[in-house]
């Protein structure tokens, strides 16, 4: 059942219990459920959905441990220098995601204004286009075996999640796990540290600037501190705090679904800057944010895959919006604009 929006959040809290242990009626309603906050919102947060929150705390607790390190040992991992090649370690300042602004220059003018924030990309210990970049084991003995874990476990949600949404949009239960077998998926640990809040206030620098996510799904755990924000689907340019729920995943759509369902799902802006306010601290000037740690994980479909309209998502009346596109070429051409 999808529980009243919180104040002015319009993202619905989505209890996935029933689809994962209830009868096929009650699984058949949190499909809808979820159907609809992918069409009206592209947001839902998810509770019950599977994951132990220990193993979320844990995951946690590896990121402040591997972010911590000294710097030199950090870099022991880099990220190559291409975009696509999304795995390994990146120091603030090094990626800087852009919203569909593809040419040197429009990149350029953006990097002036850097995102605070430095990122670990992992993925599929088997995946031999993108082999993952580990620091080396006896810098932090145990991280490389709990994120292979932690990436694995992550699949189950993935799989759940690919399910229901089919369910939800009238497809076979099984559709888009069909284009999800390779698990080409990417796990990210992520990092904000502490910024002078005025700077993120006036648009000097920036956590992670607006934009929609590339693949199908995004599944993200936040820690309490907040600072994420998503536009109102009502009001373009309108970012409303999407801030931690205890017990809950934010989950949301990207581009390639979007497009797979011809615009019918939304994948929403969104971006992270510094917390709200408490109204006790407004007109405290020279507040440095707390840092932030999130880790999502980017579900894509197979890179071959051709990603075109679905059936019933397209008519006489309805046009088709998007040519068909390569997963894989879409992706890297998202990322290769970030670095
Ligand atoms: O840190 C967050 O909460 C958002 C991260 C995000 O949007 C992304 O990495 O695509
Ligand atoms: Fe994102």
Redesign the pocket.
């Known amino acids: 059942m999808i529980a009243p929006a919180a104040d002015n959040l319009s993202i619905p809290i989505i209890d996935l219990e029933p689809a994962r242990t209830g009868t096929p009626e009650e699984a058949a309603q949190v499909a809808q459920d979820v159907y609809q906050a992918f069409k009206h919102v592209g947001f839902a947060y998810i509770k019950n959905h599977g994951v132990p929150q220990e193993l979320i705390d844990e995951a946690f607790s590896w990121s402040q441990k591997f972010f911590a390190l000294p710097q030199s040992d950090k870099d022991k991992a880099p990220h190559p220098p291409v975009g696509w090649y999304h795995r390994g370690y990146s120091g603030i300042g090094r990626e800087k ?1 852009v919203q569909m602004v593809f040419d040197q220059e429009g990149i350029a003018e953006k990097r002036k204004v850097p995102d605070m924030k430095e990122s670990f990309e992992l993925g599929n210990e088997n995946d031999e286009r993108m082999p993952n970049i580990w620091i080396p084991e006896e810098v932090l003995p145990g991280f490389r075996a709990f994120f292979t874990k932690f990436f694995g476990t992550c699949y189950s949600i993935e799989q759940l999640m690919l399910k229901t949404i089919a369910v939800g949009m009238g497809l076979e239960e099984d559709f888009f796990l069909r284009y999800h077998q390779t698990r080409s998926n990417q796990c ?1 640990l ?1 990092h ?1 540290p502490p910024v002078e809040e005025e700077l993120l206030r006036e648009g000097k620098a920036e956590r ?1 600037a607006a ?1 929609s ?1 590339f693949g199908t799904m ?1 599944i ?1 755990f ?1 820690d309490e501190v907040g ?2 924000e998503v536009e109102d689907i009502h009001e373009k340019g309108k970012f409303n705090p999407a801030p931690y729920i205890p017990g809950t995943a934010v989950v949301n759509i990207g581009d390639l679904l979007m497009r797979w369902s011809n615009d019918e799902l939304k994948s929403t802006l ?1 971006r ?1 800057r510094a917390p709200p306010l408490a109204v006790s601290d407004a007109g405290f000037s020279g507040r440095i944010t707390r840092p ?1 740690y ?1 880790i ?1 994980y ?1 579900i894509s479909p197979d890179r071959d895959r051709v990603i075109d309209c679905l059936p019933g998502c397209y008519g006489p009346d309805r046009p088709k919006k998007y040519e068909p596109i390569v997963s894989k070429d879409y992706i890297s051409m998202r990322m290769n604009a970030t670095y």
Do not use: A, E, K, N
Request: hydrophobic fraction near 40%; charge should be positive; glycine fraction near 6%.
């Open positions: 995601v990210r992520l904000y992670i934009h996510d995004t993200l936040q600072g994420l969104h992270v932030r999130s999502p980017f």
